[in-house]
């Protein structure tokens, strides 16, 4: 088992084979000249549809159904409701036994279409959902200061209290009050040690 914080080496192969059919669908995507609104399906399907259903997302992505029959669910649960492009998509993942890997596809996709469009992915937690003129402000600052287009993501944590962070690739800016008072108390408890320290020194010399 992984430690927290660390990837495992089944992570690391689900990683690497989403890469590899993450460039197929964009690649496909981008000859049909739809490459938003597959990745907005895309989307669809696993906020919409597997979220909502686990049981399916477990079915399709375990070893009990054959190739074939995955495909015939497919069919039958998205014909007429998904493009051609993706169901077509999902059955050749399906036919490689890499349904199990979804999430991964569409993480990797959503990288490389933002590389494709040089946009930066920006997450931002706050404490309380943001409203949409927020949403447009911060969006509007963070574009001017990385100088290009920004998809950003909003998600909620409570334990924030208030304040944001603001994650861009690896750098984190964290202005959040949680953070600030966890400041306040270290810097509380470094004075605290130095000024036994001190008292200490002083006890010794006397």
């Not at 689900?14 to 895309?42: C, H, I, M, P, W």
């Not at 690896?170 to 008072?181: A, E, H, I, P």
Request: with cysteine; glycine share 10%; aromatic share 4%.
């Amino acid at each position: 088992m992984a430690e927290k914080g660390q990837t495992s080496g089944s992570d690391i192969g689900k990683d690497q084979v989403a890469g590899v059919y993450a460039k197929a669908l964009l690649g496909a995507a981008e000859r049909s000249g739809n490459t938003q609104e597959v990745l907005a399906e895309f989307d669809s399907l696993l906020d919409d549809v597997l979220e909502r259903f686990p049981g399916w997302e477990a079915t399709l992505g375990s070893g009990r159904l054959s190739a074939d029959e995955k495909g015939e669910m497919l069919d039958k649960v998205l014909g007429g409701r998904a493009s051609e492009s993706l169901l077509t998509f999902l059955k050749v993942v399906g036919n490689h036994g890499r349904l199990d890997c979804l999430r991964q596809i569409r993480r990797e996709a959503r990288k490389y279409y933002n590389a494709l469009r040089n946009r930066v992915e920006v997450s931002v937690a706050t404490a309380q959902p943001l409203t949409d003129e927020l949403r447009g402000r911060i969006y509007d600052t963070l574009r001017a200061s990385l100088g290009r287009d920004v998809e950003l993501d909003a998600t909620v944590d409570e334990a924030l209290i208030g304040g944001m962070i603001v994650r861009v690739g690896d750098t984190v800016y964290d202005s959040s009050l949680r953070n600030r008072l966890n400041q306040m108390r270290s810097q509380a408890v470094g004075r605290v040690g130095q000024e036994i320290r001190e008292r200490a020194e002083r006890f010794a010399g006397t």
